[in-house]
């Protein structure tokens, strides 16, 4: 397993490396480290993590709550900032999920592209 700093290490995507994955906007709790509470906020939800917008200080890491159809119980998640985006009233914070286990991996994926199956038929319809 790669610690943090060697990932840290690879090489920048830039924007044409990123591939296009579907998002799901969904409810969140997200936790910045540090903090004693978790946060309620409408997000979006992919493969790999997760972003939002917010009005305040943002951490370079976050617990990210979530629920999951086919799992009984929520998914919290570790995760990491990837990037920050500056928005007209608030910052757009995107992270990746951090060792997530293999059966919320799978779960995720098949709820993010059951999404995107739904959201294609319905503009084709």
Do not use: H
Request: no cysteine; hydrophobic share 40%; charged share 35%.
């Amino acid at each position: 397993m790669k610690t943090v700093d060697e990932r840290r290490q690879r090489p920048e995507r830039t924007a044409s490396d990123r591939r296009d994955s579907a998002r799901v906007e969904r409810g969140l709790r997200v936790r910045a480290e540090g903090a004693e509470v978790a946060a309620p906020v409408q997000g979006e939800l992919g493969l790999g993590g997760a972003s939002w917008r917010q009005t305040t200080p943002v951490s370079p890491r976050y617990e990210v709550t979530f629920q999951l159809p086919e799992l009984t119980e929520d998914v919290v998640a570790q995760a990491e900032v990837i990037r920050t985006e500056p928005e007209a009233t608030a910052t757009r914070v995107r992270v990746r999920f951090v060792d997530l286990p293999l059966v919320v991996e799978l779960a995720l994926a098949r709820f993010v592209e059951g999404a995107a199956r739904l959201d294609e038929s319905r503009r084709e319809a």
